[in-house]
Structures are given as C-alpha cells and as structure tokens.
Nanobody, 126 residues
Framework: QVQLVESGGGLVQAGGSLRLSCAAS????????MGWFRQAPGKEREFVAA????????YYADSVKGRLTISRDYAKNTVYLQMNSLNAEDTAVYYC???????????????????WGQGAQVTVSS
C-alpha cells in the first residue's frame, strides 16, 4: 500500500502563492487516483481537487477553480497542488489522499480514499 508525505505548507499573505507536494512511496503510483482535501478549524473536511490515474483528468471544488491546480509527476511519484491568489478562507490543514478504486463523481468523497497523508498547515494572513 502506498504511503503519503505532504510538504510545502506555511504562512503566506493574502494574494500570495504556495505549492504543496505529496510524495508517494512504492512502485504503483500510477495505479492510484490522487486527491487533495482540506479541513479548517471547526469545519468538516472538504474536497479541493483530484487527478485521475492517467493524469489526463482533473477535478476541482468550485471555490478553488481558476486559483488552484493539481498535477502529478510519475518520475518523482509526487502529486502537487499549486495554490495562487490565496485568501483567508483557504487557511486549513491540507491532506493528500490516494485510492486505486476511486473514479468519476466519487473523487469528491473523502471516504472513498483509502490512504491519507499526515496533513500540511496552510495559513493565509489578511
């Protein structure tokens, strides 16, 4: 089973950018669809973005469309979340997730993912 380690979180001013990375262990990275979720204090975990096993399809929450971009590098076994034009509402712990079976409309459902990273804190100051 793949293991996930996030990095790249931190403190940024509103309007700024950050790139989160999620490094996956193991030799079957291409077999996993990958997703990013986030959880703000006092709120439920919510879907942010997902990318298919082939990397040809991406999915985004309406709140982040046009500002956040998910991508994956098969040579590095890594999935990225490029975050631009950040605002205070983006402050949260961001989690990387993976699953071999998730697809289509199920990408947005956190319970469909079997493997999770430890989370990376992103704080946007206004």
């Amino acid at each position: 089973q793949v293991q996930l380690v996030e990095s790249g979180g931190g403190l940024v001013q509103a309007g700024g950018s950050l790139r989160l990375s999620c490094a996956a262990s193991g030799r079957t990275f291409s077999s996993y669809a990958m997703g990013w979720f986030r959880q703000a204090p006092g709120k439920e975990r919510e879907f942010v973005a997902a990318i298919s096993r082939s990397g040809t399809s991406t999915y985004y929450a309406d709140s982040v469309k046009g500002r956040l971009t998910i991508s994956r590098d098969y040579a590095k076994n890594t999935v990225y979340l490029q975050m631009n034009s950040l605002n205070a509402e983006d402050t949260a712990v961001y989690y990387c997730a993976a699953d071999m079976g998730v697809c289509y409309e199920d990408y947005v459902i956190s319970s469909e993912y079997s493997t999770w990273g430890q989370g990376a804190q992103v704080t946007v100051s206004s």
